[in-house]
């Protein structure tokens, strides 16, 4: 899916694995959400640590897509805490969650189709690069120069997962397959410290999976990410996870690395049934 070439934007934080973060940079507490008289989830708690790569399992239904939400902004729990690198989130603005470092796909494509692959990404980037209302509106050398710089970084982004040869396609003409990785370029442009994932391998082929599987991690090491990935394959969310946690009808069920978690007798009960 493309050369890794992105340059490192922050080599400080790059992830040593043999050494513990000082705190988790994402710390979720008794987070509980309802819908009427539907309990969507039901104190969860959690926790994922700089540079790990977190997946989130379940069976539909589960709560998955729920907390993401929850995570982006988009809805608001009636209990329990979030924090992001040491900040309370839950009452930030959707806009504020993005500028403090966290970025998203979504499992619906949310692109503009008649705009170009480049326009899309670099729509991602205008989050970090802000230069002003009025600096924007009249052009002024500083706006010039910021979009500039952004428009360089989206090309790198390109590069990265092998989109450089329809930057100036319309995202509506493309594959679905490629529009996911459109959605994914977008989302980096923000500069996010945590990347969430919302089914990115959903229609993919099985050769797409496996560049997927690679892409996740290299992004992952070269662009310091902690990711949090909602997916339902099985197998890339075991290859790729540092950390599983495992929902069911709202709860957490499981929390550990993908052995604990495959031989745990609530997560098998919750995929086969209590016969198994």
């Known amino acids: 899916m493309g050369t890794i070439s992105v340059t490192n934007r922050d080599p400080a934080r790059a992830m040593d694995p043999k050494r513990a973060p000082d705190r988790p940079l994402l710390d979720v507490s008794g987070v509980s959400v309802r ?34 939400n929850c995570l982006s902004g988009l809805y608001r729990p009636y209990q329990g805490a979030i924090q992001f690198a040491g ?120 050769e797409e999976i496996g560049g997927l599987r690679h892409l996740i991690l290299a992004l992952r090491e070269k662009l310091n990410l902690t990711i949090l990935l909602v997916e339902h394959n099985m197998n890339l969310v075991m290859d790729v996870s540092d950390q599983i946690v495992v929902l069911s009808f709202g709860r957490k069920i499981a929390d550990g690395s993908a052995e604990h978690v495959r031989s745990h007798p609530e997560v098998i009960r919750a995929y086969l049934g209590a016969s198994a």
């Open 35 to 68: 819908f009427g008289g539907i309990l969507a989830l039901d104190h969860v708690s959690f926790h994922a640590d700089a540079g790990s790569v977190c997946g989130l399992i379940g069976p539909n239904g589960a709560g998955k897509t729920t907390l993401f």
């Open 87 to 206: 900040t309370p989130v839950l009452e930030l603005p959707v806009h504020r969650m993005a500028r403090l470092g966290i970025g998203r796909t979504f499992q619906n494509l949310a692109l503009f189709g008649s705009m170009s692959v480049e326009r899309n990404v670099m729509v991602g980037g205008y989050v970090a690069h802000s230069g002003g209302y009025l600096a924007s509106m009249f052009g002024l050398p500083t706006a010039r120069a910021q979009e500039r710089a952004l428009q360089a970084e989206c090309r790198e982004l390109l590069e990265l997962l092998d989109l450089t040869s329809v930057a100036n396609v319309p995202v509506k003409n493309l594959p679905f397959g490629t529009q996911k990785r459109v959605e994914l370029g977008r989302a980096l442009a923000s500069r996010p410290k945590l990347l969430l994932l919302d089914e990115p391998a959903a229609s993919l082929t099985h």
